[in-house]
């Protein structure tokens, strides 16, 4: 009995805030139709319309799963391609490694060692929306070969 009487409480206090912050009138949104609010909700919850999906049948769904087999197959020698790749550059860069070691211990500890102090994003220009403050450069000329 008293969870009923909170409930009624707090809806009579949510109508009071309603109606306070519209300025005493009643709910405007829906009296007049707000159309950007309803807008905002279409765009927000509602999810986008879509066109049936094609039903394919005999002929035309056998010429699709070929289609579809084909390009699986051109992606996975696409990958294994790849992958060979690297793994043929992983073992020379190996081979290239221990082969520094055997020759020289100072520039095999000198390849292995990352510096600290120099590296890519503090190397490059930090892109910026404005301008150079040297602008651009009017008395350039391109050499003629």
Not at 20 to 49: C, K, Q, W, Y
Not at 99 to 115: M, N
Request: some cysteine.
């Amino acid at each position: 009995m008293l969870s009923i009487a909170r409930q009624q409480c707090a809806s009579l206090a949510r109508r009071q805030v309603r109606h306070a912050s519209t300025g005493g009138r009643p709910d405007t949104n829906a009296a007049s139709g707000d159309s950007r609010m309803e807008l905002i909700r279409r765009v927000l919850f509602e999810s986008p319309n879509r066109e049936p999906t094609i039903k394919l049948e005999g002929e035309a769904l056998e010429q699709h799963e070929t289609i579809e087999r084909a390009w699986k197959l051109h992606k996975m020698r696409q990958r294994e391609q790849r992958q060979q790749t690297l793994e043929r550059q992983f073992r020379s860069v190996h081979a290239a490694m221990s082969e520094l070691e055997k020759t020289s211990d100072r520039l095999f500890k000198g390849a292995i060692v990352k510096s600290r102090h120099i590296t890519y994003p503090k190397q490059s220009k930090i892109p910026t929306e404005t301008p150079s403050n040297q602008g651009w450069d009017y008395s350039y000329k391109a050499s003629s070969e």
